[in-house]
């Protein structure tokens, strides 16, 4: 009888990572038919990858090294040695560590125990891997990097476009929460990442939700705890923050007509569903490594020198994310309208237009 293949994937990011690497799962799967997988995600990560039929066994593990509020040092390291623990005890044939920015993940995935060991020796964290991955190309989209890994892995090329499955259960409690059969078109926003220099601000997304509710059913969803957001309000604005488990933001991202948000997860999430998506992108991180993946994902970009920055905060004056509403609200409008055909937005200042026209240059579209 054929010994079973018994492989473990590392991969304890948050929502958004989550379904960014769904791509490389699904080829995994479907090139390692007859194997066992056990994924090791973060809690909210299993969620929101729950029903994708790519895992044999999923162990939710919370990562304190990866947390956005700084963990002390010893917290960080039990932590990855306890998940080390967890893994060397199943004695894996083959451990695939994803994280390329991680020397935990690699460090994890060097002293695995496992017989084939795939990742990245960052920080010369992998000093014991054995199939040691190329850093992939910053310029390229993290759904590119994780396809990269697993060409590395398999020899193939699989499809590169996340995807994700919703249930009938969360899709039946959304449908009774907010009515659906009445309601022909929604929007949802999500307004809080969870990583200050990534967010537009509650204030402006207030206002932005009760200028769009005017015409078009409007949903807010996120956490209750979530810095503010129970303040946006309005009429024909409905906050559901707090309210939905992952599967049933899955279940109304799925049917909604436009997702604004920041870069966060709930813009990702519709992209794996095909749903047209907004994002308001701040100058911490690049767009084309880190947007919202397809042709149905736009995004509002505000050039500015010191973009990239990768704060976790920044220290200026987040100028940014400094994108008056009424533009947001234009750009929605014409997407859901099918009116706006490029995916990049690109938006200036009237003083920031005006001198390039003292400059010389010819002024382009703003919509650019």
């Not at 304190?64 to 932590?79: C, D, N």
């Not at 234009?330 to 055909?341: T, Y």
């Amino acid at each position: 009888m054929e010994k079973i293949l018994n492989i473990a994937v590392v991969k304890t990011d948050g929502i958004g990572d989550a379904v960014l690497a769904s791509p490389f799962f699904l080829g995994l799967r479907s090139h390692f038919k007859g194997a066992r997988i056990t994924a090791y995600l973060s809690p909210a990560g299993a969620q929101v990858l729950d029903g994708l039929g790519c895992f044999d066994e999923v162990v939710a593990f919370d990562a304190q090294w990866l947390k956005y509020e700084k963990k002390p040092f010893y917290k960080r390291w039990l932590s990855a040695l306890s998940l080390l623990s967890m893994i060397r005890k199943k004695k894996y044939d083959m451990v695939i560590g994803m994280r390329w920015q991680d020397r935990l993940t690699s460090l994890i995935t060097s002293l695995s125990g496992a017989k084939q060991r795939y990742g990245y020796d960052t920080g010369s964290m992998g000093f014991y891997i054995n199939h040691t991955v190329k850093y992939p190309p910053m310029a390229s989209h993290v759904t590119e990097k994780n396809m990269l890994l697993l060409k590395e892995i398999t020899g193939a090329d699989y499809p590169a476009k996340p995807a994700l499955k919703s249930d009938a259960v969360s899709e039946e409690n959304i449908r009774a929460l907010i009515g659906k059969g009445r309601i022909s078109k929604y929007i949802v926003i999500h307004p809080v990442s969870g990583h200050p220099s990534k967010d537009w601000g509650i204030s402006r997304y207030n206002e932005l939700a009760e200028y769009l509710s005017r015409g078009i059913k409007t949903i807010v969803i996120g956490a209750k705890s979530d810095p503010g957001i129970m303040e946006i309000r309005g009429r024909h604005v409905v906050n559901l923050a707090g309210m939905l488990t992952i599967k049933e933001m899955k279940a109304i991202i799925k049917n909604a007509s436009l997702v604004i948000g920041n870069d966060s997860a709930a813009v990702h999430i519709a992209s794996a569903f095909g749903v047209k998506s907004l994002t308001i992108f701040s100058g911490s991180a690049r767009y084309p490594e880190w947007g919202a993946w397809g042709d149905r994902s736009f995004i509002i970009d505000r050039h500015v020198r010191c973009s990239p920055c990768g704060l976790l905060k920044c220290d200026k004056k987040m100028e940014c994310m400094d994108v008056a509403v009424d533009f947001v609200a234009r750009a929605a409008l014409d997407i859901i309208e099918g009116k706006q055909k490029k995916k990049l937005i690109k938006y200036k200042t009237k003083e920031e237009k005006g001198a390039e026209d003292i400059g010389g240059f010819k002024k382009g579209d703003e919509n650019g």
